[in-house]
């Protein structure tokens, strides 16, 4: 190919009290390195705001340690909304974020004495055997921890950056074509379907799935690979029932996991790969910013 997909830069999380939300982002996953703070009109996201332009602040923080950034969006132009619906495992979208930890016991203690209500009590066991357990924040976004022994630096927070997310899809071959075949995450750690003991107490848990973990054989190294380290998409379709679109009546930068950045070398490559593939871009900013 010529365009390297370095892994995920950073995720997106839209919220409705910016500062309470950095706050909590700083002290419960040490996302504690900002990039940027600054409020700004969004007009290449008309697409997804019903074709106005919005107006939001957001703010790009980083946890040394290692793993992937988060950027924090609040709408200032309108009031965010939360979701029409309570959002099931499975539904279309980012469902959940996949946080690292160099340890899970310690990262459960630190997690439970900061939010002890929206945190799990216990711990389950995922399709892979690994320990996880999930938590929310204030605005109901939900966040999975799993450890990870791949750092950048250590220094004694329990928590690490970003490690992935969660996307409910509703064709699994057609959305394999798209992650696994062009953006290079071609390395298949499970493909399972059924009942999840890890899903069974949250939202649509007693239901079926198909669940497949992807990550990369081969990133890039350049960029901030070496920081951001390996990451993840878990791939999900609803089996018994039709996924509900996460953003149903709601607008880019309302309450939720907004999208999901990657750290892309050759843009224009990848562009003119997707567009012959069906998955044109649906905003682009040409040369201003390179996204």
């Not at 945190?119 to 999975?144: A, H, K, S, W, Y």
Request: aromatic residues 10%; negative net charge.
């Amino acid at each position: 190919m010529s365009y390297v997909i370095q892994g995920i830069q950073h995720i997106g999380i839209a919220v409705s009290d910016m500062d309470a939300s950095l706050k909590l982002y700083r002290k419960l996953f040490g996302l504690d390195m900002p990039f940027f703070d600054s409020v700004a009109a969004a007009p290449l996201m008309d697409s997804h705001c019903k074709g106005e332009t919005i107006v939001k602040r957001a703010s790009m923080v980083l946890n040394h340690q290692g793993g992937s950034a988060v950027e924090v969006i609040s709408p200032t132009s309108f009031k965010p909304q939360g979701p029409v619906f309570e959002i099931r495992q499975g539904d279309l979208g980012i469902g959940s974020t996949m946080v690292k930890t160099p340890d899970i016991r310690k990262m459960h203690e630190h997690a439970l004495s900061v939010i002890p209500n929206t945190c799990d009590q216990e711990m389950v066991i995922d399709p892979l055997g690994r320990l996880t357990f999930f938590l929310r924040d204030f605005d109901g976004n939900l966040f999975q921890i799993l450890e990870s022994d791949n750092w950048f630096t250590n220094n004694g927070h329990p928590s690490g950056g970003i490690l992935g997310g969660t996307i409910g899809v509703s064709d699994m071959e057609n959305s394999l074509k798209l992650y696994k075949n062009k953006l290079g995450y071609d390395k298949v750690l499970y493909n399972k379907k059924g009942v999840f003991e890890d899903w069974a107490h949250l939202p649509g848990g007693e239901q079926n799935y198909h669940r497949v973990l992807l990550t990369q054989s081969n990133r890039g190294t350049g960029g901030f690979s070496q920081l951001t380290g390996r990451t993840y998409i878990e791939l999900v379709v609803a089996l018994d029932r039709q996924g509900r679109f996460i953003f149903e009546d709601r607008n880019w930068a309302d309450q939720g996991i907004v999208h999901l950045g990657f750290d892309v070398r050759g843009m224009k490559e990848l562009g003119e790969e997707l567009q012959k593939e069906g998955f044109g871009f649906r905003c682009d900013t040409d040369n201003a910013l390179s996204m």
